[in-house]
């Protein structure tokens, strides 16, 4: 038995009403527009019978070259955690009983607050954090290229050299196959961030061109200041 829409709606809801900087880009996805990048809660319906879900901090880009791939998937996702560390598996069906502490646990763990005007030295913190639950050499890839972008978009060069470098050093013990699907080589990957550098204006044109695509647009903006 599929779970009523007006169920999901109200989950949403909740969600909404406890971040009201945030807006449905779809029902189970709150976003808002930050600098380069769409961040937000997503609410992962679980696979098996579609009973329960599980919330989790995202990030996707700007700068892809339409709308549909800058959300062909998430440059990072970090799961929350209840109170006692373990995932959530919040049932639709009784959600009353969860939701509560799963917004408690969020506003807990994730440490930007969605405001209009969002410090840049605050949301650089936040993806360093995310380091601590990138376990995987994919997730380590998707959180240094969320720091990697930012910094481009940011045009801080220091932070640009460091981070690439970084890339670099640690990539180099990263499996080929981690490349192959999007970039071909490691090589070539770490060529388009230094290209990236060199056609910063054609990156930042193509965020502001996405910015004010179908759904994009719909989402409110925050403000980076240092």
Not at 32 to 44: A, D, S
């Amino acid at each position: 038995m599929s779970i009523p829409i007006s169920i999901k709606k109200k989950v949403s809801q909740d969600w909404l009403d406890a971040y009201p900087e945030l807006s449905p880009y779809k029902a189970n996805k709150l976003f808002k527009v930050v600098g380069p990048f769409v961040l937000g809660i997503e609410l992962f319906t679980l696979p098996y019978q579609g009973k329960e879900y599980r919330p989790y901090f995202v990030g996707y880009s700007l700068w892809g070259n339409n709308e549909e791939e800058c959300m062909l998937g998430p440059l990072f996702m970090q799961e929350i955690k209840d109170k006692k560390g373990w995932q959530f598996n919040i049932l639709f069906s009784d959600y009353d009983s969860k939701n509560a502490e799963a917004i408690e646990c969020t506003k807990n763990q994730i440490k930007t607050s969605f405001d209009k005007t969002v410090l840049i030295k605050d949301l650089l913190q936040v993806f360093n954090n995310l380091f601590s639950s990138a376990y995987s050499h994919p997730g380590q890839m998707g959180v240094y290229k969320t720091k990697f972008y930012f910094a481009l978009y940011i045009g801080d060069l220091n932070l640009i050299n460091e981070t690439l470098k970084e890339i670099i050093n640690v990539s180099s013990d990263w499996s080929p196959n981690i490349f192959k699907f999007r970039y071909g080589t490691r090589e070539q990957f770490i060529e388009k961030l230094q290209n990236d550098i060199i056609n910063r204006e054609s990156f930042l044109n193509l965020i502001k061109l996405n910015q004010g695509s179908n759904k994009f647009k719909k989402l409110k903006i925050s403000d980076l200041e240092y």
